[in-house]
């Protein structure tokens, strides 16, 4: 009977009491799972002996409310409002601009007299001698997209490997603006970059940009000083302590804005990072009212709080002035929505009721990664969210989406679902807690149409069939990799017109490497492989590789070759857009990143690529590579595809 009690308050409160992992395999949670990840959501539950009283006032609180925290209003129809309790009851509905919306009240239900205009706004309900409060999200129900057919390309990058002549030790924003100009001239319409995130540049260096110090504010790295030169020798890793030193002494003379011109969160997280320069890093073991929240002025470093305050608005406009100049020339900038923040980071100090204490998302066991994965992050309290309208998310989306012309997702089975492991627990003894996901959508969609820009979800991996389905019905491409179709044990298919085409990403081998195997030998050699299975990953790769140059009706595999009939074959498909990793341009064989590996082992996001810019733009292999594929996506009729099950 306890474990009974215990598993029906997981399902409760949306956490799962059994799954199944990448590898086939059918879990069943174990107790002290549930009871760590129920306590986590905010049961009272030490044991699984507390389940059923805690079960019992997680209903009760359910049954006493009016509403539900959130509603969503697709294409601003708002839902009838049933309002639960008695006695009268009265109603207001407060738009984003301060508007009020009159409700006609129909027996125990209250309607809406009119569509809502797109935005946030907010319900309000009286009665029984209280007042409860609704976020009401009213969204287009499908992303925005450009009007008309396209068939474009572009190239992907990490931009603090990107670097020029006139780089310092990692690329900046007028490097990006020069790739970009260099893929419009070739007739590509897109360059996408790695997060462009803040993120922990003194020592000990942390510079993933999966693994950012908020998702709220820009790199202060990616700023153009104007006075940059070319570096003496090529490092054989990113300097980012040196590079964050040379940004520091170029703003040494640029005043503070004038507080009153700053937004509130601007100022609250310069304080955050002023503070850590004097208090440490991990927040958790600040005093204790800096470590809540409060920060006194002996707590913060005045020359670091004031340095971000200037980088932040520096960064800012120059952001701004770059969006106006690729819209001017037709080109746009594709980023990238991180789906979490380090822990150590300003978003977790500054909005700690959001954030699970004691719990680190990550992914079960997979082919891939047989042992798990604990990517290091605290998830979001999906009830905490929603509590607050999903503020933070908006936030986040909007701030990536107001410069983006293409914004991808990462890992949007987050939207409906992500892997919790309590700390101290194998990255086995984890399991799902769901998210509500037509909330999370109706964001996303808002965002989009708000910022004119489309959207693409990375669905790869173990994806629940509900991203399946919300992902076309939403508007939102997703993502095909060759590098992953080649797995599947029949013919492999070519891309959809619902799929960006691309051969991989940084998640995975270059192109050159992942025909080498070089990534097999990386793994063996960081745990993540045992030695036994070599040969059996090399034999499967093999085939692999055989099966994609069948596919080519590709008769050998010369990299050179295969590369260029791989793109020329993506480039013809239905996919209404293929995208290049830069590097795999010149065959570059070492991958910038190995998952399941942090930065303090392997070099991870610290490699320079091993070309510059200017070399880059001047190699005729490179621009034979994108002139065919222009030619092919602007001249080859659209070959339609079978949609893949």
Known sequence: MTLTALRSLAKAMGVHTRYTDGLGKRVAVGPETLVRVCAALGAPIASPSDAAAALQAHRAARNTRFLPPVLVAWEGALPHLAISGRGPKHAELHLADGAVVPLESVGAEFRATRPLPFGYHRLTVEGDGRREACTIIAAPARAWRRPGSHRSWGVSTQL???????????????????????????????????????????????????????????????????????????????????????????????????????????????????????????????????????????????????????????????????????????????LDLAVGVHPDGYDPWSRQTLFADGMSVGAPPDKGFPSGQDWGFAPVLPEVSRREGHRYLAASIALQAGLAGVLRVDHIMAWTRLYWIPHGFGMHEGTYVSYPAEELFAVLCLESDRNRCEVVGENLGTVPPEIDAALPRHRIWGMYLAQFEVLRVDDVAAPTADDVAMVGTHDTPTFAGWLAGNDIADRIRYGLLATEAAAGAAKARSLAVRRLARRLGHRGVEPRAFLADLLEWLGRSASPLVVAWLEDLWLEDRAVNLPGTSSSVRPNWQRPMSRLLDDIMTDPVVDAYLTRLDEVRTATPVTRATPRT
């Open 160 to 334: 603090a490997a990107l670097r020029s002549a006139r780089s310092r030790s990692v690329g900046d924003l007028r490097d990006l603006q020069s790739l970009c100009r260099w893929v419009h001239d070739r007739g590509g319409d897109l360059v996408t970059v790695l997060p462009l995130l803040p993120t922990f540049n003194s020592e000990p260096p942390e510079p993933s940009p999966y693994s950012p110090v908020s998702r709220l504010f820009w790199s202060e790295l990616i700023l153009d000083l104007k006075d940059a030169h070319r570096p003496s020798a090529l490092p054989t890793t990113l300097d980012v302590t040196r590079a964050d030193a040379e940004v520091r002494a170029a703003l040494a003379g640029h005043p503070a804005p004038h507080p009153s011109s700053l937004d509130e969160e601007l100022v609250r997280y310069a304080r955050y990072r002023g503070a850590q320069a004097r208090l440490g890093r991990n927040w958790r073991v600040w005093p204790t009212k800096a470590r809540a929240g409060t920060l006194a002025p002996d707590h913060v470093d005045a020359e670091v709080e004031r340095f971000h305050l200037v980088a932040q608005t520096l960064v800012r406009r120059q952001l701004h002035d770059l969006r106006q100049h690729l819209e001017h020339d037709g080109i746009r900038l594709g």
